[in-house]
T-cell receptor
């Protein structure tokens, strides 16, 4: 059974600081996705990572994928308040359509 | 594009009542997913349609839940009878194909009293 774990679950950080969110998954997967969810809102797609070593960047967020380690990271550079949200990774099992979502990391950036 | 459209956005009902949630996927998408989000269980996939055909409903919690997709532009999720433990946010998502990024609707926040 495919399992996806994120850590930390909660993250409170100061503006201007850097931090990394980790996403581990238990079995082979074709793709890994990162989503953002603001309180009371829907999920917004951030990145899709397709292969080992893939790196995607958008603004202060950079995501990477290591399929051998079954690990993806979401790195936040010089955090700003607007990045406060819950971040989810999702993995689809090899040969399936199903997303298995991680538990989410609730990020709060303090001014 | 308007994105995935869901209605109603909020629903408050009493235990035992029938609830129908509606979803219009993004035009051209042939895969549609229904999810439920709660604090305790996170995001759970309930059912998945491909080309209007239900492919996997193993996530549907029990027989009180049913879903249909009569055409490419409309799907419903019905709960009958509803129970307080059904209270959650229900999301509909669609994608071009099963292996493409899923785009989520705004969700329906359901409260069963």
């Amino acid at each position: 059974e495919l399992k996806v774990e994120q850590n930390p679950l909660f993250l409170s950080m100061q503006e201007g600081k850097n931090y990394t969110i980790y996403c581990n998954y238990s079995t082979t997967s074709d793709r890994l996705y990162w989503y953002r969810q603001d309180p009371g809102k829907s999920l917004e797609s951030l990145f899709v990572l397709l292969s080992n070593g893939a790196v995607k960047q958008e603004g202060r967020l950079m995501a990477s994928l290591d399929t051998k380690a079954r690990l993806s990271t979401l790195h936040i550079t010089a955090a700003v308040h607007d990045l406060s949200a819950t971040y989810f990774c999702a993995v689809d099992g090899s040969g399936t359509y199903k997303y298995i979502f991680g538990t989410g990391t609730r990020l709060k950036v303090l001014a | 594009d308007a994105g995935v459209i869901q209605s109603p956005r909020h629903e408050v009902t009493e235990m035992g009542q029938e609830v129908t949630l509606r979803c219009k996927p993004i035009s051209g998408h042939n895969s549609l997913f229904w999810y439920r989000q709660t604090m305790m269980r996170g995001l759970e996939l309930l059912i998945y349609f491909n080309n209007n055909v239900p492919i996997d409903d193993s996530g549907m919690p029990e027989d009180r839940f049913s879903a249909k997709m009569p055409n490419a532009s409309f799907s419903t999720l019905k709960i009958q009878p509803s129970e307080p433990r059904d209270s959650a946010v229900y999301f509909c998502a669609s994608s071009f194909s099963t292996k493409e990024t899923q785009y989520f609707g705004p969700g329906t926040r359901l409260l069963v009293l």
